[in-house]
């Protein structure tokens, strides 16, 4: 599996325009369901299933990125987005250290192998110093493409 298998590029936001954790979610949700990645219907729901699950820990690993992640009935095909802060976003991470780039996953409910290996892809990335900093660096939807791919060995 790769990053571009479930990654949506037109969701993907290059400058986040959220200050907040649960603005962002929001933001980056709302962007899946705007290109039709995500049934607009359920896009309050899901917002919400994200932000209570932020409330049992934080999605904020350290090192300035963040995977928030659900399962949800309404999610038929696993889709993510990426989105980038430039001043950083309180996302209550482990070393209490803004967020600047969000990597968002939902799955369905009946796909948890997908979603543990698409988790895995995307922690894998995330644990390079220079996949961190290109991220935080790319101010274009088409640079996070182009890292993307890159990350992906096209």
Do not use: W
């Amino acid at each position: 599996m790769k990053l571009r298998e479930f990654i949506v590029t037109e969701a993907i936001i290059a400058n986040l325009q959220a200050t907040t954790r649960d603005a962002a979610l929001r933001e980056l949700v709302s962007s899946l369901c705007d290109v039709g990645a995500v049934d607009v219907s359920s896009c309050d729901d899901i917002v919400t299933s994200l932000i209570k699950r932020e409330k049992n820990g934080s999605t904020g690993f350290g090192k300035g990125v963040a995977v928030p992640h659900v399962k949800h009935p309404s999610v038929k095909k696993m889709v993510a987005t990426v989105g980038r802060s430039v001043q950083g976003i309180d996302f209550a991470a482990l070393d209490s250290q803004p967020v600047y780039s969000i990597f968002l996953l939902l799955s369905p409910e009946n796909q948890p192998q997908q979603h543990l290996q698409a988790m895995n892809i995307i922690f894998s990335n995330l644990q390079k110093d220079m996949f961190r900093k290109f991220l935080r660096q790319s101010d274009t939807r088409q640079k996070i493409v182009e890292l993307l791919d890159e990350a992906d060995g096209k």
